[in-house]
């Protein structure tokens, strides 16, 4: 019976993947303003949903169409990390078969004092670590340090995709505190992957094998 039945939703892809990055850095300095903009792979939403000339070789700008894929991620941020910060997002198709590719611009509350000290925030944040769920990867956020990186072709399926590949970490944009770009598997953490860890957490919690997370720090792993 429905009465009877716990209903978890998954958050689209590229939130999937945005909250994650964001997660431990709303925590350790605080966010007060975020812009993304989103290189969606086409596989996100099915290669045959797009005319070719709109899709290969080129870029499809999302704004107004009937994927209403920035507000859906507008919300789902607002609802997973509250709505304490300023969000614009902006969302583009392009010509790539796996793996969304995002760049990320902040605004702290708290000062970044360089790089190594960000990437050292997000390689250490795994709050689901208590639960010793299999699908949850042993490090959910790589930190990637090499220069042209991450990239859907090279990034997506670190940890059999599990985990959202961050790089060109940057404190010197004029505007923002802080920059950077992450790629997450939308076939994985966004999508089927996600399902099965949340189902994995939920059961985890329900027989209470280990210590209960948050149900928002849960939702911001799926």
């Given at each position: 019976m429905l009465g009877t039945t716990?209903?978890?939703?998954?958050?689209?892809?590229?939130?999937?993947g945005l909250v994650l990055a964001l997660?431990?850095?709303?925590?350790?300095?605080?966010?007060?303003?975020?812009?993304?903009?989103?290189?969606?792979?086409l596989s996100g939403r099915g290669d045959a949903k797009y005319p070719t000339d709109q899709v290969i070789g080129n870029i499809l700008p999302l704004h107004g169409?009937?994927?209403?894929?920035?507000?859906?991620?507008?919300?789902?941020?607002?609802?997973?990390?509250?709505?304490?910060?300023?969000?614009s997002v902006t969302c583009n198709r392009t010509c790539v078969q796996e793996g969304h590719y995002v760049e990320v611009r902040v605004k702290t509350s708290l000062p970044v004092k360089g790089t190594h000290e960000v990437a050292q925030v997000l390689d250490a944040f795994?709050?689901?670590?208590?639960?010793?769920?299999?699908?949850?990867?042993?490090?959910?956020?790589?930190?990637?340090?090499?220069?042209?990186?991450?990239?859907?072709?090279?990034?997506?399926?670190?940890?059999?995709?599990?985990?959202?590949?961050?790089?060109?970490?940057s404190i010197d944009d004029e505007v923002f505190d802080l920059r950077l770009a992450?790629?997450?598997?939308?076939?994985?953490?966004?999508?089927?992957?996600?399902?099965?860890?949340?189902?994995?957490?939920?059961n985890a919690q329900r027989v209470g094998c280990a210590e209960k997370v948050d149900s928002r720090q849960a939702m911001i792993n799926s």
């Open positions: 716990r209903l978890t939703k998954t958050p689209n892809c590229v939130t999937s997660a431990p850095l709303h925590s350790h300095y605080g966010l007060r303003e975020v812009v993304i903009t989103t290189y969606q792979s169409s009937s994927e209403l894929t920035e507000t859906l991620i507008w919300k789902e941020v607002k609802k997973i990390l509250g709505d304490t910060f300023d969000l795994n709050p689901l670590e208590p639960l010793k769920v299999r699908t949850n990867p042993v490090c959910p956020i790589v930190v990637l340090r090499e220069k042209g990186r991450p990239r859907p072709m090279q990034d997506s399926n670190h940890h059999n995709g599990m985990a959202i590949a961050v790089g060109n970490i992450f790629v997450v598997n939308n076939l994985q953490r966004g999508a089927a992957g996600a399902v099965l860890l949340n189902a994995e957490v939920w």
